[in-house]
């Protein structure tokens, strides 16, 4: 019911920045909380940060509290990931997921769809 297409991803160079946007399918699009996940090559699945459907609620991982921001816009049914300062071990795929209960998890299990990633890659 929900179709998800990441999009920013790409090379940079340790300290730079990037966003990332994640556009979605649907007129139900604001009632869903939508999170980015990220999971880089033999290392387990990861939450980023999560967002509900009114942008009252952020949630962070610890690790990219301070640098990254999450964000929407419900007109444009878009979600942002701002990624400052950005690290050799963000280094990874990122995906975006919508929990259609509009619930804040840091958990990918409760996010019914997902996007099919972009690649971030941050140089040394």
């Known amino acids: 019911q929900v179709q998800l297409v990441e999009s920013g991803g790409g090379l940079v160079q340790a300290g730079g920045s990037l966003r990332l946007s994640c556009a979605a399918s649907?007129?139900?699009?604001?009632?869903?909380?939508i999170g980015w996940f990220r999971q880089a090559p033999g290392k387990e699945r990861e939450f980023v940060a999560t967002?509900?459907?009114?942008?009252?609620?952020?949630v962070y991982a610890d690790s990219v509290k301070g640098r990254f921001t999450i964000s929407r816009d419900n007109a444009k049914n878009t979600v942002h990931l701002q990624m400052n300062s950005l690290k050799p071990e963000d280094t990874a795929g990122y995906y975006c997921?919508?929990?259609?209960?509009?619930?804040?998890?840091?958990?990918?299990?409760?996010?019914?769809?997902w996007g099919q990633g972009t690649q971030v890659t941050v140089s040394s």
């Open positions: 997921a919508a929990n259609v209960w509009n619930l804040a998890h840091q958990t990918g299990t409760f996010y019914a769809y």
């Open positions: 649907g007129r139900t699009f604001s009632s869903y909380a």
């Open positions: 967002i509900t459907g009114s942008g009252g609620t952020t």
